[in-house]
């Protein structure tokens, strides 16, 4: 299986059985994210304690395969972090996503950080990057508040 293959496998297999796709009822923060050119929703919950750590992160909604694969993965990784780490890892896969090779981070493993390059490959079709990056933007909006709908047509 080359490289490609496995990402392909990967996004498929959490495209079609996302991981975390609940409603945490105790959560503390939460926004809502809309990506109106393919149809993707999401909202992310958060339950963030005391010391800052995501002690539980889950989302619903609805999309494509990349959207709901990157809100599954996203969760996946993002689960148990502290909020400053949770920040360094978005802002460094929307930089990935958008025009650099590689993730730059020291937070994720090497497992984890192959997870996040399955979604490389959509640099080159900006429509699905809006489908790669809305969960996202979105865990960004609840962590900071914003009480503001993402929209990707917006932002
Ligand atoms: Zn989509």
């Not at 990967?10 to 109106?36: C, F, S, W």
């Not at 999401?42 to 619903?60: A, G």
């Not at 993965?73 to 090779?101: A, C, G, S, Y």
Request: some cysteine.
């Amino acid at each position: 299986m080359n490289l490609k293959e496995l990402y392909q496998e990967i996004i498929l297999d959490h495209g079609k059985n996302p991981r975390n796709l609940r409603k945490i009822d105790n959560h503390n923060k939460d926004a809502k994210g809309h990506n109106p050119l393919c149809g993707d929703s999401v909202h992310v919950y958060l339950k963030l304690n005391e010391n800052k750590k995501i002690e539980d992160i889950s989302f619903e909604g609805g999309g494509c395969a990349i959207s709901m694969a990157s809100a599954s993965i996203m969760t996946d990784l993002i689960k148990d972090k502290e909020e400053f780490e949770v920040k360094e890892i978005v802002n460094d896969f929307l930089e990935m996503i958008k025009e650099k090779d590689d993730l730059k981070n020291n937070i994720l493993s090497d497992d984890e950080k192959t997870k996040l390059m399955c979604f490389s490959g959509v640099k080159q079709y900006p429509m699905r990057v809006k489908c790669a990056t809305l969960s996202w933007h979105t865990l960004t909006s609840a962590i900071n508040n914003s009480q503001e709908i993402v929209n990707t047509e917006k932002n």
